[in-house]
């Protein structure tokens, strides 16, 4: 059992940043890739970002794609979103994810940490 738990979000002005980070239990961290998503009100729940079990290895979604970087951080069981030149269209409530495998649904889910992003 991995709980997984985000802090980091609020309020930003456009052209700001902003950096999340998900913490999780367990001695697993390390077995597991790490995504982040986001939902948006009204809209389906998407992948911005997915880092590999060692961290050598990042993908993004377009539309974050030069402005957010994931990393992590396997001796504090940590993974990070530095989210830069934010614009409104990233106000979202931002999920953390650990994925046992590429392709796969995620296992756990954290609660979600909301981002708005004003103009």
């Known amino acids: 059992q991995v709980q997984l738990v985000e802090s980091g979000g609020g309020l930003a002005q456009a052209g700001g940043s902003l950096r999340l980070s998900c913490a999780a239990s367990?001695?697993?961290?390390?077995?597991?890739?790490m995504a982040w998503y986001r939902q948006a009100p009204g809209k389906e729940r998407d992948s911005v970002a997915t880092?590999?079990?060692?961290?050598?290895?990042?993908y993004y979604a377009h539309s974050v794609k030069g402005r957010f970087t994931i990393s992590r951080d396997n001796a504090k069981n940590t993974v990070y979103l530095q989210m830069n030149s934010l614009k409104p269209e990233d106000t979202a409530v931002y999920y953390c994810?650990?994925?046992?495998?590429?392709?796969?649904?995620?296992?756990?889910w954290g609660q979600g940490t909301q981002v708005t992003v004003s103009s």
């Open positions: 367990g001695r697993t961290f390390s077995s597991y890739m």
């Open positions: 994810a650990a994925t046992s495998g590429v392709g796969r649904d995620p296992n756990y």
């Open positions: 880092i590999s079990r060692s961290g050598a290895t990042t």
